[in-house]
């Protein structure tokens, strides 16, 4: 499938572009509509491609990183800003909790989502009018039920961060209609929520032509996790949102832990049995593609050969070390090794674990003619996490890293808060220890009550995400931004102003029915 997202997605924006234009008397009879366009199952194909192409940014090589981190990732107490990143007055601002809705990041963070969701609806209105014998309707179903999935997605992407937000619930063809407001909060679970049950009746998983479309699992697990969310936001219907949360949960069936942590985000091993939705990647160039990022350039540290754009918190470190040395290795959590580089006997052995060898110092210390000083060194730490496995690849300019947007660690750790709100922690504790064991080597976990497990839970999901931006929203979800940042030393927040963004001036600016 990821062969034809690129040219599928020049193709599909044109027709999104044209179709403004549906009303205009003139029309070339070479030229493909909306209206022509979907003729057959190919062109299904092609415009369900388009739509999962719009899928964190992606498409765009520079702005994949530039846009979806620092929008999702510098507000959150686990990470500081690297240096070259303050050069950037727009990811300052969201650094700092200083922007104005002018903001250009999450500006485009917004508008992007409402393509992918504009290309979702006009996947599901075709595809669903495509004539009788042009689609099997195996297929014509399957691909209906991943445009629903995708509209869901992009929408609870956009309901993550910012508190109200307008739901595109229909394909537009004219101007008039792109003027509508904000819907309420619970309006717009309700629109996520139905689409993502729709999505429930997607195949559990794809031959290898077509690994990473959406499946019943991915389905189900943003479905317990949206459940999850709302039973904190409406608290008279918490109890029904956790068992419906905890339903969802359980239908996620077929995956397991990965025991090599770093091998899920280093390309060693794609779309691995923990993987339940993947963001595909590719070094393949072939016919025009475009599936190879520049991550590492902005993950890595300058001693790395990167951009310097974002690093582990001491809040984050300290996590890592809080259970001290009680790993079955005799170290910390194994988490934190597979997870960042930093000064330590581990990395500093001399055995060459950090590209061969060439950082066994972690750093050396340099002179003024740039000029290594042997026996030197000093703790900067920098994450691993999304970063090549060897030096020809943190030495190449562009790599191809999946992106697992979610996890069944993920889906583990939902359903022991399910259980343990629901006042179930000896339910909730077996979990937990499982994803401790396999991940971190760790022991099993000290604690039965409900608020240790508790505590545990919100341990283990600060430890587990770094980088995969979870963090921000588990907070919310808490009501503990406030005080987390301020422990990090975090000045600026307010949570009245910044637990949401603001609507985009872009948006209010084209859109009549909205004036905040």
Request: charged share 25%; net charge negative; aromatic share 14%.
């Amino acid at each position: 499938m990821k062969k034809v997202i690129y040219i599928a997605s020049l193709c599909f924006a044109s027709l999104f572009v044209s179709s403004c234009d549906d009303y205009l008397t003139l029309e070339s009879p070479d030229q493909l509509t909306s209206g022509s366009f979907w003729r057959n199952e190919s062109d299904a194909q092609a415009g369900i491609s388009a739509a999962y192409s719009q899928l964190e940014y992606y498409i765009d090589t520079w702005e994949f990183a530039e846009v979806k981190w620092p929008v999702e990732a510098y507000r959150e107490d686990i990470i500081n800003m690297g240096n070259d990143a303050r050069n950037y007055p727009n990811w300052l601002e969201l650094y700092n909790f200083t922007y104005t809705n002018g903001n250009s990041q999450f500006s485009n963070y917004w508008w992007n989502n409402y393509k992918g969701a504009s290309f979702a609806n006009q996947v599901i209105e075709k595809v669903t009018e495509m004539e009788e014998g042009t689609i099997d309707p195996i297929v014509r179903t399957q691909i209906i039920n991943e445009g629903y999935f995708l509209r869901a997605y992009y929408h609870l992407k956009l309901l993550l961060n910012w508190k109200e937000i307008i739901i595109r619930d229909k394909y537009i063809t004219s101007q008039a209609e792109l003027s509508k407001g904000l819907s309420p909060r619970p309006d717009a679970w309700d629109f996520i929520i139905e689409d993502l049950k729709r999505a429930t009746a997607l195949p559990s998983s794809y031959d290898n032509d077509n690994i990473g479309r959406a499946t019943s699992g991915a389905a189900n697990a943003y479905l317990g996790f949206a459940y999850l969310t709302r039973a904190y936001e409406e608290s008279d219907k918490k109890t029904e949102y956790l068992n419906e949360a905890l339903t969802a949960l359980n239908n996620v069936k077929g995956y397991e832990l990965v025991k090599k942590f770093s091998s899920m985000f280093d390309a060693s091993n794609k779309n691995s049995k923990e993987s339940i939705f993947e963001l595909q990647t590719s070094m393949s160039s072939a016919n025009g593609a475009n599936y190879r990022t520049q991550l590492h350039r902005w993950i890595g540290t300058s001693e790395l050969w990167g951009w310097d754009e974002i690093l582990p918190s001491n809040v984050l470190m300290e996590a890592y070390m809080k259970e001290g040395e009680i790993a079955t290795t005799g170290r910390y959590d194994s988490r934190l090794y597979e997870s960042v580089f930093f000064q330590c006997d581990y990395f500093n052995d001399g055995s060459g674990r950090v590209y061969g060898g060439d950082y066994d110092n972690w750093f050396c210390s340099f002179d003024d003619k740039n000029n290594p000083i042997p026996g030197t060194s000093y703790n900067r730490p920098s994450f691993r996490k999304f970063m090549p496995t060897d030096y020809d690849g943190l030495y190449n300019n562009y790599c191809a890293i999946n992106i697992p947007l979610m996890r069944y660690a993920n889906v583990l750790l939902m359903k022991a808060e399910v259980l343990n709100e629901q006042g179930h922690p000896e339910q909730a504790i077996p979990l937990i220890n499982e994803i401790r064991n396999v991940h971190g080597d760790m022991p099993a976990m000290k604690g039965t009550s409900q608020q240790e497990v508790r505590e545990q839970i919100e341990h283990e999901r600060m430890i587990e995400f770094p980088l995969e931006n979870w963090r921000w929203y588990d907070l919310r979800r808490w009501g503990k931004l406030a005080s987390a940042l301020a422990d990090a030393g975090r000045a600026g927040f307010n949570v009245e102003k910044n637990s949401f963004y603001p609507i985009p001036l872009t948006e209010i600016n084209s859109n009549d029915q909205i004036n905040k």
